[in-house]
């Protein structure tokens, strides 16, 4: 499958992490957001050019749910959108950059110091969990949740929606990084590389090792919301090609 810019635009938006406790809520035409009860709204997609009446949405939305924040994610197209939030007291939040490479792709040489493993067992999913904490910080998982993790990671992998990779160097857990498949988007998510095997070619290991398995597996598009000024550079230098840009505003409702 050959994909049109606007096919990956389209892929990015549809693309939506719930968390655990959160909702996805859609208003047709209008707007899609994830509902954080007590926490937060996050609008990820919306459209149309009345403002005004989206925000009271929006708002009517954090009011029911005891939201604390409300986040809202544009597009480069949605300039006067961006103007309004601004005009709102919203500050931008993180910039992301829409990035793709379709797929397979050629080997990717690596250094020999670097080996990546399926993230498929108790002692590779202990290891994926103790990179991303290191590097995003966070609450290690309880013991339920981490057989649970366990047993998600023991599936074969075309009876799973995604899988984990880590990249070892000289033996020693150094990244790790995660894809969700919908249909033939390989989504790539979480890749992170503890701060003392930076720049030992382990984040490019694990990212091409995500995608050899996604094209395995019959992914034709691999498809990043990268962090501007961290993974996008990176991802530039690995093939992947920008289509846009993401930037998401936040306002603290207790600060108003």
Known sequence: MTWSREQVRRASQEWAWVPPGSDLV??????????????????????????????????????DHDAAS???????????LEEFLVGRRATLHDATE???????????VVDPSVRCALVDSEQTVRDAIAIATRVWGGTPPTDEQLREQVREA?????????????????GVPAATGGVTRAGE??????????????????????????????????C?????????????????????????????????????
Request: hydrophobic share 45%.
């Open 26 to 63: 859609a208003i047709p035409g209008r707007l899609t957001a994830i509902v954080a009860p007590g926490r937060s709204v996050s609008v990820i997609w919306s459209s149309g050019t009345d403002h005004e009446s989206a925000w009271h949405l929006v708002e009517g939305l954090a009011a």
């Open 70 to 80: 409300i986040a809202w994610t544009v597009t480069d197209d949605q300039r006067d």
């Open 98 to 108: 829409i990035q793709a490479r379709a797929l397979p792709v050629p080997p990717t």
């Open 154 to 170: 023991t599936k074969p992998l075309d009876q799973s929606a995604g899988f984990q990779v880590v990249a070892y160097v000289d």
């Open 185 to 218: 988007v390989a989504r790539l998510w979480g890749a992170c590389t503890v701060p003392e095997f930076r720049r030992r070619g382990a984040y490019r290991a694990a990212t091409a090792a995500r995608m050899t398995s996604a094209a395995d597996l019959g």
């Open 220 to 256: 034709t598009l691999a498809l990043v919301n990268a962090l501007v000024d961290t993974s996008a550079p990176i991802l530039a230098r690995l093939g992947f090609t920008s289509y846009g840009s993401k930037r998401t505003y936040r306002l603290v409702l207790e600060d108003r």
